[in-house]
């Protein structure tokens, strides 16, 4: 099993930058990929951009440019630095890990909001 807790959510004007947080415990040895996933209001969940443990990333068109996603094995913990922050970037961001048998582990969410 691994437990996920992630952090630094909360509001922004357009423009902004926010930077969030999922740190791993549990059976962390078994990591493979880390990843960011958000789902707005009404929308399904989607992919915002994935790392692997060798630190191969891998974006959606939307965060291109823009959103940078960083792994730090040593603390278990993987990051998003998101720049230029548009309204529609506005929805609940949840981090993912996958584990080398593929099981698919969640956090809670963090809210991001962007507004003026």
């Known amino acids: 099993q691994v437990q996920l807790v992630e952090s630094g959510g909360g509001l922004v004007q357009p423009g902004g930058s926010l930077s969030l947080s999922c740190a791993a415990s549990?059976?962390?040895?078994?990591?493979?990929?880390m990843g960011w996933y958000r789902q707005a209001p009404g929308q399904q969940r989607e992919l915002v951009a994935t790392?692997?443990?060798?630190?191969?990333?891998n974006y959606a068109d939307s965060a291109k440019g823009r959103f940078t996603i960083s792994r730090d094995n040593a603390k278990n913990t993987v990051y998003l630095q998101m720049n230029s922050l548009k309204p529609e970037d506005t929805a609940v961001y949840y981090c993912?890990?996958?584990?080398?048998?593929?099981?698919?582990?969640w956090g809670q969410g963090t809210q991001v909001t962007v507004s003026s």
């Open positions: 993912n890990v996958v584990v080398i048998s593929l099981q698919s582990f």
């Open positions: 549990g059976s962390i040895s078994s990591i493979n990929v």
């Open positions: 790392i692997t443990s060798g630190g191969r990333t």
